[in-house]
């Protein structure tokens, strides 16, 4: 009976370590996805509101599916926060296909307050020019998951406002 109980025993173990080893295997391949803003547009710029969109690139480099369910971004104007992006829609990156990534590019509609760092667009444009630029950051999180494996992808993209109006 003892050697039951020991059979019994290893293969639980064995079993585990298998598991504890592919969910290590889908999170590392997961951690292979990669972003890249593509651009950020302004479609209007008046006193009270700015909009726009940011378009990114998302791509998944392995060879399995990933699907983002949550992307948040923070936009910040010279460390101020003026708005944000919050989109739970689900977006599915295609997997690899050989040496060809999967990959789909998904803009992100925006809209900003000016006001809440310097009262208004006219008074950004002269800020800007007074202080010769101004920096512009994006920070968030795109929340991925492929099967039952999730992670939460750090993103992050830093500008000035002179490069966004030379492109």
């Known amino acids: 009976m003892k050697h039951v109980g020991a059979i019994i025993l290893?293969?639980?173990a064995i079993i585990?370590?298998?598991l504890v080893y592919y969910f290590k295997k889908q999170a590392d391949l997961i951690a292979l996805f990669q972003?890249?803003?593509?651009?950020?547009?302004v479609d209007n710029f008046d006193p009270a509101l700015i909009t726009?969109?940011?378009t990114i690139l998302f791509t998944s480099v392995s060879n399995i599916e990933v699907t983002i369910n949550e992307f948040y971004l923070d936009?910040?104007?010279d460390g101020n926060k003026v708005g944000f992006i919050q989109d739970v829609t689900p977006f599915i990156i295609p997997a690899a296909s050989g040496s060809i990534?999967?990959?789909?590019q998904i803009p992100f509609a925006y809209?900003?307050?000016?006001?809440?760092?310097?009262?208004?667009?006219?008074?950004?444009l002269s800020y800007t020019l007074k202080q010769k630029d101004a920096a512009i950051s994006l920070r968030g999180y795109a929340a991925v998951q492929s099967g039952f494996i999730k992670a939460t992808i750090p993103v992050s993209y830093d500008t000035t406002v002179q490069k966004l109006l030379s492109s």
């Open 101 to 104: 990534a999967g990959s789909a």
């Open 75 to 77: 936009f910040y104007f």
């Open 52 to 54: 726009g969109n940011v």
């Open 35 to 41: 972003y890249k803003i593509l651009s950020i547009t």
């Open 111 to 124: 809209s900003l307050n000016p006001q809440l760092v310097i009262g208004g667009t006219g008074d950004i």
């Open 16 to 18: 585990g370590g298998g």
């Open 10 to 12: 290893g293969s639980f």
